[in-house]
C-alpha cells in the first residue's frame, strides 16, 4: 500500500507562487509514476501533471510553462511548484501514485487534497 499526504497550499496573489510537496510511504518501491489533479467547485477533477520513473511528464496545456513537477531520487517525495499563479487556478489539489499492487494489477492511492487559493 501506499500513502500520501499533500502540503503547501494556501493563499496567494496572483502572479505569485508555491510549491505543493507530496510525502509518500509504504511500497514506495512499487510506484512507477506520480501526479497531481486538481478540482475546482462545480468541475471535473482534471490532471494537473504527471511524471514517470524516468522522468518523462505531462502538463495540463493551461500549465505549461508555469508549473514543474519532479521527484526527489528515492521516489518518496513529489513536488509541484507553480509560479505566475493565476485565480482559475484556485483548485484543491490532490497528490496521486500508481503503483504495482504485486497482485498482477496496479493501483492508485491519492492524498486529502490542499487547497490553492489564488486572489485577484
Known amino acids: 500500500q501506499v500513502q500520501l499526504v499533500e502540503s503547501g497550499g494556501g493563499l496567494v496573489h496572483a502572479g505569485g507562487s508555491l510549491r505543493l510537496s507530496c510525502a509518500a510511504s509504504?511500497?514506495?518501491?512499487?510506484?512507477?509514476?506520480m501526479g497531481w489533479h486538481r478540482q475546482a467547485p462545480g468541475k471535473e477533477r482534471e490532471l494537473v501533471a504527471r511524471i514517470h520513473r524516468g522522468a518523462t511528464t505531462n502538463y495540463l496545456d493551461s500549465v505549461k510553462g508555469r508549473f514543474t513537477i519532479s521527484r526527489d531520487d528515492a521516489g518518496n517525495m513529489v513536488y509541484l511548484q507553480m509560479n505566475s499563479l493565476k485565480p482559475e487556478d484556485t483548485a484543491v489539489y490532490y497528490c496521486s501514485a500508481d503503483f504495482d499492487s504485486g497482485l498482477g494489477y496496479s493501483k492508485a492511492s491519492w492524498g486529502q487534497g490542499t487547497q490553492v487559493t489564488v486572489s485577484s
Open positions: 509504504g511500497s514506495i518501491f512499487s510506484i512507477y509514476a
